[in-house]
């Protein structure tokens, strides 16, 4: 098993919570999700928004933190169907999706510490 898939496998044990986690460092995305989820999103969707829409949210989010907040770790967004957790890692970023039961930032600094 690769690196990136024992880490994901980390995340998961994280919560019967999580629905979806994907890592993207260096330029190599990997992604899971479990299996029959209600509301789920398609793959295509969520490998556009690992690659494009949480990269640039980090980046935003990160560049204001900078200025005068004391910096930023991480962006909860709540979709209709669950909330996602991405978490800034030095070299790329964390990205998981939770039940909409789970309160996603009981989580935050344990899968940052699995993933750092």
């Known amino acids: 098993m690769s690196e990136p898939q024992a880490i994901l496998d980390q995340v998961f044990e994280v919560s019967k919570f999580v629905r979806y986690a994907a890592l993207y460092r260096r330029d190599n995305l990997v992604s899971r999700q479990r299996a029959e989820i209600a509301g789920a999103s398609s793959n295509e969707s969520d490998r556009y928004e690992e690659l494009f ?11 204001r933190g900078n200025v005068d907040c004391g910096g930023a770790q991480f962006v909860v967004v709540r979709y209709g169907n ?5 978490i800034s890692l030095t070299d790329g970023h ?18 940052r510490d699995i993933c750092e």
Do not use: G, H, W
């Open 53 to 63: 829409i949480n990269p640039t949210l980090l980046t935003l989010v990160r560049q």
């Open 82 to 86: 669950f909330y996602q957790l991405v």
């Open 94 to 111: 964390v990205s998981v999706c939770f039940e909409l039961l789970a309160n996603p930032l009981e989580y935050a600094e344990r899968i």
